[in-house]
Structure formats: C-alpha cells, structure tokens
C-alpha cells in the first residue's frame, strides 16, 4: 500500500533563518507531488507540484523554493524564513491526470519567530 | 476560471443533530471529491462523486451530485463529535492540480 511520509510535524524557527522541509512516497511510481501550505482561517493555497523528476511547477510568487531530486521525494526550502511563512504545511501525491484524488501527509505546522 | 462556493463556512450543532453542507458553483464539473481535515491532521479523501444525480452514501453521511453537475451536497445524520473537522470539495484547476476552498468548518459539540 502506498504511504506518504513528512518530517518535522512541527518547526519553530527564527525569521532570517533556512528551512528544509521533506516529503516521500512509498509504495507508488511517478506520482504528482505537490506542496500546500494552510495558513489559519484560510483555504489550502498550492505553492508548487510536480510531475516528474526535476520538473517544478510554482503556484505563487513567494519566498519558497520546491525541488525533487528522486521519483518520490519532494522538498519544501526556503534561505530566510520571513514571519508570513508561518502555517501549516501539507505535502500531497497522485497518480494520473484529472480528478484524481489527491493523498495527505500528516503536515508541518511551522511557527517564524 | 472555475469557481465554487462552499457553504456554510461556520457551523456548531450539538450530537445527535443532522446537518446539510454546500458546493455549488456556476461551472460543470466532470466529477467532484469530498475531503474531511481533522484539526492537526491532512485532508482525507471521503468520496468521488461522478454521474449527475448520483447519491452516496458512507455510514451517517449521504453524499449528492446536482442533476447538472454543478453541485454537490453533504448531508450528515445525528452528527457525533467525531464528525468535527473542515469539510472540502475542491475543483479541478489544471490537469493534475485541484483549487481548494476555505471550506466548511464543522464543530459537533457532545
């Protein structure tokens, strides 16, 4: 069975510093990748997907940079955390094109000091 | 660009109360996905629903696709606490991407 793994489940960071977030899949071969982040009060907002290694698809200009090194590995980085990229961050896969479901991680909730 | 409207966005029942939550959009859907979030946790895929007209149903929760394929509704009956969490139906925004809403955040309070 396929599982999705994402690491830490909770960050605290100060503002001005990096971060490396990490995602992988198990189970599956080629699936879409994607990063989401919840801000409080807010809807899901995709920051990037992917279908394929090294292919990174940017949903929002913003302070985040996403790469994906392996098949079922994604990675959510950043060089200076600013105090807005606090939130809840999900990893997701799928397999396929159009209206398949779409399979969670458990989520990094990040707090910027 | 497509756009659907979840409602109510806030709603607070007591157990044993039943209960109808709303997508509707002005656009056709090909099919549309619910998801329940439990607080603290990844949206959880609860059901697909495809033919317009089509009912679900998954123990207390019967699930409905407009005749037109244009929305969709949630019913839930005698609600439970577990039942708690936000509710999303969100759309298809590209050929692997879906466009998420804010939601329906429902509390059932013991």
């Known amino acids: 069975s396929q599982t999705i793994h994402q690491w830490p489940a909770t960050l605290v960071q100060p503002v001005g510093s990096p971060l490396s977030l990490e995602c992988t899949v198990e189970?599956?071969?080629?699936?879409?990748l994607y990063w989401y982040r919840q801000a409080a009060g807010r809807g899901l907002q995709l920051l990037f997907y992917?279908?394929?290694?090294?292919?990174i698809s940017s949903e929002v200009p913003q302070n985040l940079s996403a790469s994906r090194p392996q098949d079922r590995q994604f990675i959510l980085s950043s060089k200076k955390l600013l105090l807005s990229d606090s939130g809840f961050y999900l990893c997701?896969?799928?397999?396929?094109?159009?209206?398949?479901?779409?399979?969670f991680g458990d989520g990094t909730r990040l707090s910027i000091l | 660009t497509q756009l659907l409207e979840q409602s109510p966005q806030f709603l607070s029942i007591q157990e044993g109360e039943n209960l109808t939550v709303y997508c509707n959009s002005s656009?056709?859907?090909?099919?549309l996905q619910w998801y329940r979030q439990e607080p603290g946790e990844g949206p959880v895929l609860l059901v697909t629903?495809?033919?317009?007209?089509e009912v679900k149903k998954l123990k207390r929760l019967t699930f409905q696709f407009g005749d037109a394929r244009k929305d969709s509704s949630l019913h839930i009956t005698a609600a439970q606490p577990g039942d708690t969490g936000l509710y999303l139906c969100?759309?298809?925004?590209?050929?692997?991407?879906?466009?998420f809403g804010k939601g329906t955040k429902l509390t059932v309070n013991p």
């Open positions: 189970g599956t071969s080629n699936p879409n």
């Open positions: 629903v495809v033919t317009g007209g």
């Open positions: 992917s279908v394929g290694i090294g292919q």
């Open positions: 969100p759309i298809q925004g590209g050929s692997e991407k879906l466009v």
């Open positions: 997701a896969w799928s397999v396929g094109q159009y209206n398949q479901p779409q399979h």
């Open positions: 656009s056709v859907f090909s099919s």
